[in-house]
């Protein structure tokens, strides 16, 4: 039996303003299991982020339940990096552990460990203007890293990148996750990107967004996210859930 | 250097040329004016009475170096904008910080704020001088209201202008508001306050300055005044030329801080 880390049930969210009320997400239910990378994807505007702010703490919900296991912590990555332009790599690492009073000399030695493993140890001491992009995004998963979380929300975290640094960066994100033995809910609106990461794949429908299909994806010689693009059920995968999609211009 | 190319060296050259020439003409500006100002006056075309001359203004100067006053005056001048830009940056920063913690205080201020920057002050001097009493006091006073307000809100729009972004990546660390003002609100605008006390620093010199001529018994804009009531011209034009001299100073030294600090920061 596999272990479930989260167990989200009838989850919905409505947006007030002063004219009108929107339904974003509606009866969404979804578990999730240890060491499981799963995508999310759907139309633009359909509220895919919206379940990963409610997962976090950052919005309410308006029904519905989500229950974690016992002691299951969460880091999330947002959609850009949102390095602190004043402070060097290694003090935007430790900015979460300090805004939760964990920053300890074992905390510190575990961020900086984390920085060399991932080829940012000689970084440190400099600032994120000096970085590539792709580096950046490398440095905003370590600091989410740092806290040690159990299940990582990713939102979008590649879609500020050019196409050929996501590609990169995606098969490093990839394997950082896998190495740390991490388990990722990543919202994305990149088809391809979802299916060469992912374990499962939820797509939602347009707003009120449900849950229109789970596709358990099964690669034949599944290596890497760039490797996976080449297995021969890529293509067929893909048209499926653009079918789903149904997109009309 | 010599592993430069022929067309960087010349782009070298066209750079300092351009440097040369505009010292050249800065000069050359203030050189004319001055000389054709002494001429006109050494040729009685104009009124030295009037309109002064700088061989005037420099001995105007010596004398008042000679009797001590010409310090004293600078001193008191400084010492005011000195005070008030300490408790205007200081009233900027703390009001500012107020408002962003407070949002509903924001929305119910924000009409009076409006109103009272855009209020030209010196429409209160009177007023100012009876409640506060004819006393350095109501210049300081005076200085206060004019740039404090301009330093709230320019503080308050940088606090607000923060990237949206910083604050949601704190906010899923489930950061208190306090650490979110410590970690990011402020050290994101340390450009925006040095912005906002560069103006300050000339505010509150306009603010003393305009003290000064309402009510003193010293500083320069006291001079300008005592110049103006004894219709001594020289004196005037000399203290208007000493405080141009200072109010550049000014701006330079904050201009430098400036710079100082970015380097410092990256």
């Known amino acids: ?249 | 250097m010599s592993t430069y190319s022929l067309e960087h060296k010349k782009y070298i050259k066209k750079l300092r040329r351009e440097k040369i020439i505009v010292t050249f003409f800065r000069f050359l500006i203030i050189v004319i004016f001055l000389v054709g100002w002494e001429l006109l006056a050494q040729w009685k075309i104009t009124n030295t009475f009037l309109s002064s001359s700088p061989s005037r203004v420099i001995s105007t100067t010596i004398g008042l170096i000679r009797d001590g006053s010409l310090f004293h005056h600078i001193g008191i001048t400084l010492y005011e904008v000195g005070i008030s830009f300490m408790i205007a940056t200081l009233i900027g920063i703390l009001v500012a910080s107020i408002l962003w913690r407070m949002p509903i205080l924001a929305r119910i201020l924000d009409p009076y704020l409006t109103i009272l920057n855009s209020l030209p002050k010196v429409a209160l001097g009177p007023l100012i001088i009876i409640w506060v009493g004819a006393s350095m006091n109501s210049i300081i006073f005076m200085s206060l209201l004019i740039s404090a307000f301009i330093t709230i809100i320019n503080i308050y729009n940088g606090f607000l202008a923060t990237d949206q972004s910083y604050i949601t990546l704190l906010r899923s660390f489930h950061a208190t508001k306090w650490q979110i003002f410590k970690k990011v609100i402020f050290p994101s605008n340390y450009t925006t306050i040095i912005n906002a006390l560069k103006i300050n620093i000339s505010m509150n010199l306009i603010g003393v300055i305009m003290g000064e001529l309402l009510v003193s018994k010293s500083g320069l804009g006291y001079l300008i005044m005592y110049g103006s009531q004894v219709f001594n011209i020289d004196l005037v034009i000399t203290g208007v030329v000493i405080l141009g001299i200072i109010s550049y100073l000014m701006y330079f030294i904050v201009d430098k801080l400036e710079v100082f600090v970015a380097n410092k920061r990256s």
């Not at chain 1, 430790?94 to 970084?123: M, N, P, R, W």
Request: charged share 25%.
């Open chain 1, 1 to 249: 039996m596999k272990n479930k880390l989260l167990h989200i049930k009838n989850l919905s969210k409505t947006y007030h303003s002063k004219k009108t009320e929107v339904e974003a997400i509606k009866d969404i239910n979804l578990d999730i299991y240890d060491k499981e990378f799963i995508s999310i994807v759907g139309p633009s505007g359909c509220g895919k982020s919206t379940i990963l702010s409610i997962l976090s703490g950052l919005e309410e919900k308006s029904n519905g339940t989500f229950s974690f296991q016992k002691d299951v912590t969460i880091g999330y990555m947002l959609q850009n990096d949102s390095l602190f332009f004043w402070r060097n790599i290694l003090d935007n690492c430790l900015i979460g552990l300090e805004v939760t009073g964990q920053l300890t000399e074992e905390s510190k030695a575990y961020v900086i460990s984390l920085l060399k493993t991932y080829g940012l140890g000689d970084f440190m001491e400099q600032y994120p203007s000096s970085l590539s992009g792709g580096m950046r995004q490398r440095v905003a998963l370590i600091r989410t890293l740092a806290l040690k979380p159990d299940i990582l929300l990713l939102d979008e975290p590649m879609s500020a990148l050019d196409y050929q640094s996501r590609l990169a960066i995606s098969d490093d994100i990839y394997n950082i996750i896998k190495k740390e033995g991490k388990t990722a809910i990543m919202v994305t609106h990149d088809i391809a990107e979802a299916i060469s990461m992912s374990d499962r794949i939820v797509v939602l429908s347009k707003r009120p967004s449900v849950v229109k299909k789970i596709y358990d994806i099964h690669l034949t010689n599944k290596s890497t996210p760039i490797h996976n693009r080449k297995c021969k059920e890529f293509s067929e995968y893909y048209d499926k859930i653009w079918r789903d999609l149904d997109v009309h211009l």
